[in-house]
């Protein structure tokens, strides 16, 4: 099946900025988490969105991506994701699927990286804001110390498939329309290992690899935010035949604070003021993530009035600067008034040349003529 263009996968036009891209990829990887979202193909889906975001991410990926698209000459026969390796799709796989043949034979037997794990990490709020040494525990396949890997009993070795002779392939020869031609396939025998086990290991029972629960140390990068991931190189899966061991991903799930709202790296908090601090002004402590802070209060101030308080939010995960902390002010108004505070507010009005009996009336009226459709 042909890869979707990354740009339709995140939902994007071709000139959608870094920030765009980001918060698409942001999205999209909340909707389809595996632990977020049972659908059948919900892994597959946020696979796609990871690798449109790792590519379109890139200044050099995505400018290479722009004009090569799938096909780009510097990542090898069968571009992004794809190459000529041995997990690519390169001339041996155009052969085979045409004319049923392959061009090389692999070795069963060859060293070969392990598998890729992927764990999501609950974390608090402040804890994605400071980082955090901590430790996690997962499952994961590692080589199994009773029989060193081999699948077989301690004192004895596996033996040479007699079937493929230790290749691991076996060859079936086909009539076509051009002629007998011969395709390679697995050795139903062996299961193309190129090795038959006469007598399993008690442990691991011919597999060669046990599943253990292993902590791990973690080290929670200073700002990292909801949905970015951190690569731990070295701890995926064990290796086969000696290969080197797989990676793991870990993905950060941030809970949401009390008080504190973030938005990239900057902070938002919502300031309550009593209708009197925000007539005459005041002087006050605001919460921050570093501490409380003093912000003055200029008389006059409105609902939706932004105070910036800067240097006050998150360091930027790749040490890209720091964030401000936004103060967003809200004013309230009092629902119960004993009747001196009412007298007070109406003094208040008078003083200033307001009518309420005014302000009431044009309100009765406007509410008259929207009825009457006026």
């Not at 290991?201 to 902590?215: D, E, F, L, M, Y």
């Not at 035949?241 to 949401?256: E, K, S, T």
Request: aromatic fraction near 8%; charge should be neutral.
């Amino acid at each position: 099946m042909s890869k979707r263009d990354y740009y339709d996968v995140l939902g994007l036009s071709k000139s959608a900025s870094k920030d765009e891209i980001r918060k698409a990829y942001r999205s999209l990887s909340k909707k389809y988490h595996p632990d977020l979202n049972k659908a059948d193909d919900a892994v597959e889906k946020f696979k796609e969105v990871t690798e449109a975001y790792e590519i379109l991410s890139d200044d050099s990926k995505k400018a290479n991506y722009d004009q090569f698209g799938h096909t780009d000459p510097n990542q090898g026969f069968g571009g992004f994701g794809g190459g000529s390796g041995a997990d690519g799709f390169g001339f041996d796989d155009i052969f085979s699927t045409f004319f049923g043949g392959n061009t090389r034979r692999r070795d069963p037997n060859a060293p070969r990286k392990g598998d890729d794990l992927q764990y999501s990490m609950n974390i608090d709020f402040m804890e994605a804001v400071f980082g955090k040494e901590t430790e996690v525990e997962i499952p994961k396949e590692e080589t199994c110390d009773t029989c060193d890997g081999s699948g077989a009993k301690k004192g004895t070795t596996p033996k040479t498939c007699t079937h493929c002779g230790g290749s691991g392939q076996i060859s079936v020869t086909q009539n076509t329309p051009l002629g007998q031609m011969v395709n390679r396939r697995a050795c139903p025998h062996c299961q193309g290992t190129g090795k038959i086990i006469p007598e399993k290991c008690s442990t691991c029972h011919g597999a060669g690899r046990v599943t253990n629960k292993k902590k791990i140390k973690v080290t929670i990068p200073e700002g990292v935010d909801d949905g970015q991931q951190l690569r731990v190189s070295g701890q995926g899966e064990a290796g086969h035949n000696g290969g080197p061991a797989g990676d793991l991903y870990i993905v950060f799930r941030v809970r949401q604070h009390e008080k504190f709202i973030r938005e990239d790296d900057d902070i938002y908090l919502e300031l309550n003021l009593s209708f009197p601090q925000a007539s005459l002004g005041d002087e006050i402590e605001v919460p921050t993530v570093h501490g409380n802070v003093n912000l003055k209060i200029p008389a006059g101030t409105q609902t939706g009035t932004r105070f910036r308080l800067k240097g006050k939010g998150v360091k930027n995960v790749h040490g890209r600067g720091i964030g401000d902390q936004h103060v967003v002010v809200k004013v309230l108004t009092p629902k119960k008034m004993t009747e001196k505070q009412k007298e007070l507010m109406r003094e208040f009005a008078a003083i200033s040349g307001d009518s309420l009996d005014e302000y009431s009336s044009s309100l009765f009226d406007k509410i008259k003529r929207s009825i009457k459709g006026d």
